[in-house]
């Protein structure tokens, strides 16, 4: 593989929309930024337009998606936007928010991706930093596994979804390896889902005043109910989804094969956490590759 430049966006990009657990009412820009920068959170909202950086570092424990937490900077369900940057290789981006939580839109990445698109990726003079995975390592928590590989070139993500006899979720799989074109084709508009049966708690909770079953791919005893799936292992493909969004909190670009099995987000974030670990605990820069 050889090593590719860093990426930012030639313009203003902007997404707008209510979040799914908080119900606000977001604007979320996302700004040009220099090299080495990295993709960074900043609350326009709170006093001081406190920041915090898309890192494992900052991850705070949270139900159903991945937030981060760095002092009075707080902001969640940032894992649809983290998979349109990572899939698209945008590395470089000033990622604004006038609240808490970033929109859940139809549940997917793909107003994210398109959002950024339009917004113009271009190349930078820097070269990305990578992480080479070169030994096997697993996790395994609670009935979940998750595992990371040596690969020959690339990312490649492997997800299995399987919720036990009886689900009226099936059993399915879906395994990419992630490139723009195919994140875009294939990835990006996976979407969230949830069980009929799960709404109705969601809501005594607060969650999802605004959503409608445009905006999640909701399962009723029969299958989809009032929309139709965009692909035959769409959940599988969310997952996936999911999992690259997460992982893009280690920093950089990672050379490995992932396998996951009935994993969700914490699973994610302790991968991410390993592979941030390595990064670190190599002498100099991380790995390139030539």
Known sequence: MQQRHQQTISRPAQVCGYGLFTNAEVKVNF???AENHGIVFQRTDLPGQPTVPALSDWIAPEERRTKLVRGEASVEMIEHAMAALAGLQIDNCLV?????????????????AAALLDGEPVLQNALREVQII?????????SAELEIKPATDALRI???LDYGEGSVIPCQSAEFEITPE????KIASARTFVLEQEIAYLRSRGYGQHV???????????????????ARNECARHKLLDCLGDLALCGCDVIGSVRACRSGHRHNHAL????????QSESGPVARVA
């Open 31 to 33: 700004l040009p930024a």
């Open 96 to 112: 604004q928010v006038n609240g808490p939580e970033l929109p859940g839109c139809d549940g997917s990445s793909l107003p994210y």
């Open 212 to 230: 409608t079953a445009g905006d999640l791919l909701v399962y009723g005893p029969h299958g989809p109910v009032g929309s139709e799936l965009r």
């Open 182 to 185: 195919i994140f875009v084709t």
């Open 272 to 279: 991410a956490r390993y592979v941030r670990s390595l990064k």
């Open 158 to 160: 492997r997800y299995e």
């Open 134 to 142: 070169r030994q096997f390592h697993q996790l395994e928590l609670e």
